[in-house]
């Protein structure tokens, strides 16, 4: 069975303006979030330094096919979880983990969790070092089937994984990162980088047929609410297709998303 769509994230996007991350947060805040003076200490992972200019010469074969998908970050295996890495405390009167991992020049990261299997009032959150920008709660909410989670992309070169437990809780969750992804070159703003790329006949990833209508076109103008709705999915560190989140007729807002077959492959 393809478990390709248990790990994907979703960027969604009006495909050359703002971008969000797409992940179901549960609400909250890193600890003392608005504490400019609030400085902890915990134990900070490193990766390898990434060779951009080899990088860049294999993207510069393979962004000539439409069908290959985007390539942005390459993707380090690692086995870091609660019991061999981070460091713990107590705050606020919960259990605090973090782990800090640094990339160096990386334009962005994120990470797939191996394990990410969360009791009741426990709660994970990632941000950057300079604590602008940050993706959670993640809860219990989020625990699927497969144990595993993937989370959304983050602009910067340096991560902070902060992990909470009540003390009812302690002990009961289970995290371990199993890839970090160093993103060297921009997915956030990717979108400008397709257009310089439109060269080809044939286009790199993005570049749409010639029968279709770019949504931000004039044309697209009675179409702006709806272009709301396009998402990009990510896959470790490639970018493979578009599709949009759609409604059922329950109206009930269970989070469908629709995008053709062929981009994840069948069961």
């Not at 009675?222 to 599709?243: F, H, M, P």
């Amino acid at each position: 069975m393809n478990h390709c769509k248990n790990i994907i994230s979703l960027l969604f996007a009006a495909l050359a303006t703002t971008v969000s991350l797409a992940q179901i947060s549960h609400g909250g805040f890193p600890v003392n979030w608005d504490d400019a003076t609030y400085n902890p200490t915990f134990e900070v992972k490193s990766m390898p330094v990434v060779d951009v200019v080899a990088a860049a010469a294999e993207d510069a074969v393979t962004d000539q096919f439409k069908d290959a998908p985007w390539r942005f970050g390459l993707e380090r295996e690692v086995e870091y979880n609660l019991e061999n890495s981070g460091t713990w405390s107590f705050e606020n009167g919960d259990h605090v983990w973090r782990l800090g991992v640094n990339c160096p020049e990386a334009l962005s990261v994120s990470f797939m969790l191996s394990t990410f299997d969360l009791p009741s009032e426990a709660a994970l959150y990632i941000y950057n070092s300079d604590r602008t920008a940050f993706l959670g709660s993640f809860t219990q909410e989020n625990n699927k089937e497969w144990g595993g989670l993937s989370l959304g992309v983050l602009d910067g070169s340096r991560m902070i994984l902060e992990y909470h437990e009540s003390p009812a809780s302690h002990g009961l969750g289970s995290i371990e990162i199993g890839t970090v992804v160093h993103g060297y070159r921009s997915l956030l703003n990717h979108q400008d980088a397709i257009v310089e790329e439109m060269t080809s006949r044939m286009g790199p990833f993005g570049n749409s047929g010639a029968c279709n209508v770019n949504v931000n076109c004039p044309e697209g103008a009675d179409w702006q609410t709806e272009k709301r709705s396009v998402a990009l999915i990510v896959n470790g560190g490639y970018a493979y297709c578009t599709g949009s989140l759609v409604n059922n007729t329950a109206n009930d807002a269970t989070p469908y998303f629709l995008t053709a077959n062929h981009c994840i492959g069948t069961p």
